[in-house]
């Protein structure tokens, strides 16, 4: 497993953009969705929703900064624990191949959701659990499959993600988008992993 110190060395930017809806619309087609969501270093977050829905309905995902109160926040602010942000995964689907639903089943299979504002050896606010919700269809999704995973995956501890509005959404410095894939040996969250849990009920 890579060093700790690619993650905490890492460079710091004070630069971010925002995402405007000018520039949503070139990523999103016609009746594609959004799913945003914070499960830890983003890095292995997105790596891993990449990797697993690439040609099966993933059709865009961007790493950023959701649920705080600053405009324009760069990655020094946001680790610093001051701006009230979550290091998070934006992706565009196509929901005609890949559902909402599943998209947070996974979700729930790859981070721990119990640890309060941590993953693994990551602390801190901006590391917390988190379901950014982009409409009422969406917060109704997110709360029936917290509520099953409490029960049926999780139940040995209690699930502290946020299930919120999204809010305004910050895309993260150039280096941060594909970290991983650019850089092959770079940090990866040890709690980032898929467990092996039985179907969720209908």
């Not at 292995?44 to 950023?64: C, I, N, P, Q, S």
């Amino acid at each position: 497993m890579a060093s700790l110190f690619s993650r905490i060395f890492r460079p710091f930017s004070s630069a971010s953009m925002h995402l405007t809806p000018e520039q949503a619309a070139l990523n999103i087609p016609e009746g594609a969705q959004k799913a945003t969501v914070a499960a830890g270093c983003f890095w292995g977050v997105e790596h891993m929703y990449r990797h697993t829905f690439d040609g099966k309905g993933l059709l865009d995902a961007r790493v950023g900064y959701c649920g705080g109160d600053k405009k324009n926040p760069g990655y020094r602010e946001v680790c610093s624990g001051r701006t009230g942000h979550a290091e998070a995964l934006q992706v565009v689907y196509d929901p005609k191949e890949v559902t909402y639903r599943q998209l947070l089943e996974f979700f729930y299979r790859m981070h721990d959701p119990t640890t309060m504002n941590r993953q693994g050896p990551d602390t801190g606010t901006q590391y917390r659990s988190a379901i950014f919700f982009h409409d009422e269809e969406q917060e109704k999704i997110a709360k029936e499959v917290t509520e099953k995973v409490q029960g049926e995956w999780w139940k040995d501890g209690k699930v502290v993600t946020e299930v919120l509005p999204a809010g305004e959404w910050w895309d993260a410095e150039a280096y941060h988008q594909k970290y991983l894939d650019v850089n092959p040996g770079g940090y990866e969250c040890p709690s980032h992993f898929l467990r092996k849990f039985p179907p969720l009920s209908t």
